[in-house]
């Protein structure tokens, strides 16, 4: 379609004279802002439940002959959700192109966690700018959780006017409907819903890999830890039907999947607003661990709700992986109270001990901020003896990023920015050296390795992950891609390890 059609059509296909078209109406009408405080509030109406989506007859031959591009930011359930949009794109008759300059549609699928992953897809859009010059029937999309704030749809609204839709997370099934609007108009689609939170079960999926899956199954966070953008962004929890989980599993597990990741921004909430089931993860881990799947894994939890029940099934072993993500965030009590996270440094480590006793070989990861509003010394020190207290093998770390409508955003700070990164410093130093000790551990060790493919250093290397998600490479025949082996380790490493390919692994018999 050229410039004229498309200033002669109104968005749902009928034509009209350029003349007499109202513009402030037509913007109106595609226009609905996002508000954070309608995130905010956790109404009483009912999630619901659709599983009847559908590519509109008239949109079928949307993609033929069209290539999309999509660039994710973030984290796993962000890359879920391309893969999502990718399958809606694909059952238009889009196909992918991984080369963006090659794409006639380009969405940015964006991350809100801290202020740096906003400025890198500021930055993204900076270059996109002279693409959309040179190709003027480019489409520029933003989606995900930055176009959830109020601050960042103005932004682009204003600045960026060379994007064409920006669209919520919870409108990525109106995909076709943003794309085709935007074929249509001059304007600037934007369709962000707040205080939506409903659950669409039968969307296409375009998986990206063929050994490993993410599987969701709960949406949203009810949590409001005080620095957190995500309850937001991502809307209230909302659990999927067990049998649904299951069923898509089992789908997995027939297609040859080998590992499956459960994903929540707060799994240990799964099940709690199922209101006529007694049902919880724990119940969920106890049915899925009777799939003949490898391995299962979850993330992310929230030490809050870790409870007896999903102990004593994990602590079932067998396909359920003895590895856990735990974030913790803070070693003191006093800034875990004032993070609203619900839990003490003492609370913590008796978790951590019950879960240890029960699974005596696991395996603690976690997630640490520091600098959060008027940390003291004494309390970043907490943090430091809590994680070799702990014993956690390693932990992703933050400098604490203030964001816009949190709570914790109106805290006064009197740490400076210096004394924040100094003290990253310390505790990744410390973060490192656990790591590099907790990998030389391994080495004269034969570990099961599920291969993924080729090193990205080295093709002649194969690499993939143990169960305990440590990064093996070692070199084997290509045939054990997407199969379990075991694997002698020679050369620990801080980040990976170095083994001798020794064999496959034969099939465990299901539990
Ligand atoms: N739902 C998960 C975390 C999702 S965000 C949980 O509750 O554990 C991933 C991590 O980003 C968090 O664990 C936290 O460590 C970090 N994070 C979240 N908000 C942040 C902020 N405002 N500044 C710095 N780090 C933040
Ligand atoms: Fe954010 Fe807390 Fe929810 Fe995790 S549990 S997503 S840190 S509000
Ligand atoms: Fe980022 Fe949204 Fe995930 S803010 S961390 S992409 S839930």
Redesign the pocket.
Known sequence: MNEEQRLNKTPDGSEVKTEEKDYSQYFNRVYQPPSLKDAKRRGKEEVEYHDDFQIDERFREMGNGRKFHIQTYG?QMNEHDTEVMAGIFMALGYTFTPDRTKADVILLNTCA??ENAEDKVFGELGHLKSLKRERPDLLIGVCGCMSQEESVVNEILSRQPHVDMIFGTHNIHRLPNILHEAYMSKEMVVEVWSKEGDIIENLPKQRLGHIKAWVNIMYG?D?F?T????PYTRGKERSRRPEDIIQEVRELAAQGYKEITLLG??VNAYGKDLEDLDYTLGDLMDDLRKIDIPRIRFT???PRDFDDRLIEVLAKGGNLVDHIHL?V?SGSSAILKMMSRKYTREQFLELVAKIKKAIPNVTLTT???VGFPNETDEQFEETMTLFEEVGFDTA?T??????EG?P?AKMQDNVSMEVKKERLQRLNKLVNETSAKAMAQYEGQTVKVLVEGESKKDPEVLSGYTEKNKLVNFRAPKEVIGEIVEVKVTDAKTWSLDGEYIGLVKQKETV
Do not use: E, G, L, W
């Open positions: 984290c966690i801290r966070c949590k830890c620095y957190c953008i995500v921004q707060n992310t939890s929230h974030p965030q997630d640490i901020i992703y933050y400098i604490y990023s203030p964001r949190t914790a």
